[in-house]
């Protein structure tokens, strides 16, 4: 199993660029989310899914949309990049939020 | 804003002496996990402990909770070097069942 994967590893963007960050599971899990690390701030939750075709808003939603179209694939995309979204981004899996979270590898996105 | 807040922030301690951290949450949960983070990568589950239980443990860490105080306890027994990383507490909501947030973390230095 590959677990978690995340791309792309690394990206900068130019302010008021779009992008799309890729997360995919090979576990079946139902539940799946994206958090953001800052330096200091912990990890702080952006969006999460129960399920496909469910997402919901976590702590730091503005910015940031996502789709679940497939039990698989949690894409987090960036409508129009902004400094403030300077950051390192992990998605994560897990059975139910109740259970054990598999994160990926993490993407560090840079925009000036 | 965050649900678990870890103490303390910065920790250093000599291999073989006993790390402790501590978190405190704000609302009624059912579970509360502890994660660990070695520097740039993702965030690896430790233990989960439920909300009707009081202690658990695994190979050298013990994990407390205390739902009367909205708090938990992290012990790392016999440190080594290779425990160096941060540390992180997450707890879910009792409330609104499906979001797992985390908190700012405790910085485990261990030195030989």
């Known amino acids: 199993n590959a677990g978690v994967t995340q791309t792309p590893k690394f990206q900068v963007l130019k302010t008021g660029q779009s992008m799309t960050l890729q997360c995919a599971q090979d576990m079946n899990h139902e539940y799946m989310s994206w958090y953001r690390q800052d330096p200091g701030m912990g990890l702080r939750l952006i969006h999460y899914s129960v399920g496909a075709g469910i997402t919901d808003q976590g702590e730091v939603p503005n910015g940031y949309n996502v789709s679940r179209s497939t039990t698989e694939d949690f894409p987090l995309r960036l409508l129009s990049a902004a400094p403030s979204q300077t950051s390192v981004y992990f998605c994560?899996?897990?059975?139910?939020?109740?259970?054990?979270?598999?994160f990926g590898p993490g993407t560090r996105l840079t925009v000036t | 804003s965050q649900q678990g807040e870890e103490d303390p922030q910065a920790l250093s301690i000599q291999e073989g002496e006993n790390a402790t951290m501590n978190c405190s949450y704000k609302t009624s949960i059912n579970n509360l996990q502890w994660y660990r983070q070695n520097s740039g990568r993702g965030l690896v589950h430790l233990i989960l402990?439920?909300?009707?239980?009081r202690e658990k443990h695994s190979g050298r860490l013990r994990v407390t909770l205390d739902t009367s105080k909205k708090s938990s306890s992290l012990l790392i027994t016999a440190s080594r070097a290779a425990d160096t990383a941060s540390y992180f507490c997450a707890t879910d909501n009792a409330g609104t069942a499906s979001k797992l947030t985390f908190g700012t973390g405790t910085r485990l230095q261990v030195t030989l």
């Open positions: 402990i439920r909300s009707n239980e």
């Open positions: 994560a899996s897990g059975r139910t939020v109740y259970h054990e979270q598999y």
